[in-house]
């Protein structure tokens, strides 16, 4: 079927327990598209419809490279219907399945391309719901990319069976808030992603149980077995950031995206992250360690006191001998450094003027990690693009080893990433093209079933896409739906009327009755009696129009018969 007109479903790709996913092409710009339609037991329910349209705009707002672009979405004939961009790949689920694991650098870097989606998605008040294997996509060349924004999410107790068994399909990666019907923000998506990471190097989601409900209830309850215990290869940084993201109370986690993105970095390159790995692995083996033999000297009971006066003395000397341990052990684990020596330091160096890659390469050698934090345009002819403009913390201050240290970088100059202007007026859209050193071109018109008439439906190079200043962009303007003039097949044949029907983009469709012969029709046996809609009549793209057969005439009645049966009357 085609639906608004231009986009036409081909082959099924996936579903779930909300939508399914079909290859489509956009017929007008002929390309390749995704297109997922919600199921039919929930397009009659209005608050499910709205969500689905509301959750696709919020989407197409991101415009991130690590998240699939959210080009249309509308209504046809009943069928709610969503157009992505179709990836090339297969997800993360696929490589996942039956066991598989990833090595833990690769593991790394695909949770902070995801981590780099949620940051963009985030800042946007858009909160995912729903990260998991199945909603991660992996092209060929490696690219990562985030799918499914908002769609499936915990909403209200109100919602109907179908809607929580859904909701339970993904239990394993369901942040213990959600299990619980409680509400829900950006450091849920970051549980949920602990529970990808740790599938990723481990081979198992941190959960396993008989049923969905059984493993939601291990997610509010039961704390997960360290990845260490199940993959040697996992560093004890490693499984600290894991753990650290699957606390139960979300005060305990990572607090944005952003923050567990810069421990991964760290971890992969050799550093101490900002969390407690004694929470991780080591928090139980404080109590496996002996307790030092000089408090068994002091237990003897005195002469003259009563028989047992002497135990709580004994039990508070070992508590203290306990705690005296317990503090030596945080003290050698979280301020020695590599070398066993404690109270680690570092003085952060100099590398305003250097070149991005050279500054970041000193500043890890210092065992400090560097983020781009902002770019800023030349001040002069002799800055390159790329250079250290300023720095935070400044050159020579004392920070802790595995700080992160802020960097303001001289913009590449002449590239320009296409912002979101779907819904703009054209004058907004070509001012703010304008401001980016972008040339606006048209504005070309097209009919659009959900932007309405005079605004803009897309721009082409398409949001997201980066591009040099300079580059014409040319704005789409929505006319409203798009009108077809259904046109007069009648005395053709029906192979011919289905293909000039079809060209014109409305669904022939042939008629169970038929339609008395048309005067018109010099010969109409064969050919179309007569069609509904009539020839002329205005109708929206993906309009059925009824084809009728001539009715066959009678018969003649033997006329002799007839005669002598009056006859013999």
């Not at 800042?123 to 998991?132: E, F, N, P, S, T």
């Not at 008989?210 to 996992?234: C, F, G």
């Not at 097209?446 to 605004?455: A, C, H, K």
Request: proline share 8%; with cysteine.
């Amino acid at each position: 079927m085609t639906l608004g007109g231009r986009y036409r479903v081909e082959r099924e790709l996936g579903r779930g327990g909300m939508a399914k996913v079909f290859l489509g092409t956009d017929t007008v710009l002929g390309r390749t598209v995704a297109i997922k339609l919600l199921a039919p037991q929930f397009a009659e329910d209005d608050g499910f419809v709205q969500r689905f349209r509301r959750e696709a705009q919020a989407a197409a707002r991101i415009g991130h490279p690590h998240i699939v672009s959210v080009f249309d979405t509308g209504s046809d004939d009943g069928v709610h219907y969503i157009v992505m961009e179709y990836v090339e790949g297969r997800t993360l689920a696929d490589f996942l399945s039956g066991g598989g694991r990833i090595m833990p650098d690769r593991a790394i870097d695909i949770a902070s391309d995801v981590l780099t989606a949620l940051e963009a998605a985030h800042a946007q008040g858009v909160i995912h719901r729903d990260i998991k294997p199945g909603n991660i996509m992996l092209s060929p060349k490696g690219e990562v990319k985030v799918t499914d924004f908002g769609i499936a999410r915990v909403t209200t107790t109100a919602e109907t069976v179908a809607q929580t068994a859904a909701i339970l399909g993904t239990a394993s990666y369901l942040s213990p808030e959600q299990a619980q019907g409680q509400p829900v923000d950006g450091r849920s998506d970051i549980y949920s992603l602990g529970c990808v990471l740790y599938e990723m190097v481990t081979g198992r989601p941190p959960f396993l149980g008989d049923s969905p409900v059984a493993v939601a209830s291990k997610q509010v309850l039961e704390q997960p077995l360290p990845p260490s215990k199940l993959n040697p290869d996992v560093t004890p940084e490693l499984d600290a950031v894991i753990l650290r993201s699957l606390a139960k109370n979300p005060a305990n986690r990572y607090q944005s995206a952003e923050e567990m993105r810069a421990d991964l970095d760290r971890v992969k390159h050799g550093l101490p992250v900002e969390t407690t790995p004694l929470l991780a692995a080591g928090a139980t083996q404080v109590l496996d360690r002996p307790v030092p033999q000089t408090t068994q000297v002091l237990t003897p009971p005195e002469p003259e006191r009563k028989a047992g006066a002497w135990i709580p003395i004994a039990v508070t000397l070992v508590l203290i001998g306990l705690l005296g341990l317990l503090l030596w052990f945080l003290a050698t684990t979280f301020l020695a450094d590599e070398n066993g020596q404690t109270g680690v330091q570092v003085a952060v160096p100099d590398v305003v003027g250097e070149s991005r890659s050279v500054a970041e390469q000193t500043l890890r050698e210092a065992d400090l990690v560097p983020v781009i934090e902002r770019r800023v345009p030349a001040q002069n002819d002799t800055q390159e693009p790329g250079t250290v403009v300023a720095q935070d913390p400044e050159a020579d201050t004392e920070v802790d080893r595995g700080s992160i240290v802020n960097l303001t970088i001289v913009a590449q100059p002449n590239t320009v990433v296409i912002p979101n202007l779907q819904g703009a007026t054209v004058e907004d859209a070509q001012a703010q093209l304008l401001e980016l050193g972008l040339e606006p071109g048209g504005p070309e018109e097209e009919g659009s079933d959900s932007v309405d008439e005079g605004l803009v439906t897309r721009t082409d190079p398409a949001v997201g896409e980066e591009v040099e200043e300079g580059t014409p962009v040319t704005i789409f303007v929505s006319t409203g739906p798009d009108e077809v003039t259904v046109p007069d097949v009648t005395c053709q044949s029906f192979g011919s009327a289905q293909q000039e029907l079809s060209a014109a983009g409305l669904v022939p469709v042939a008629a169970g009755d038929t339609a008395p012969p048309n005067p018109l029709c010099p010969n109409n046996a064969n050919k179309v009696a007569a069609q509904d809609p009539a020839a002329g009549t205005v109708v929206q793209p993906g309009q059925q129009v009824t084809l009728f057969p001539r009715e066959e005439p009678a018969p003649p009645t033997g006329a002799t018969g007839e005669t002598g049966e009056t006859g013999d009357g």
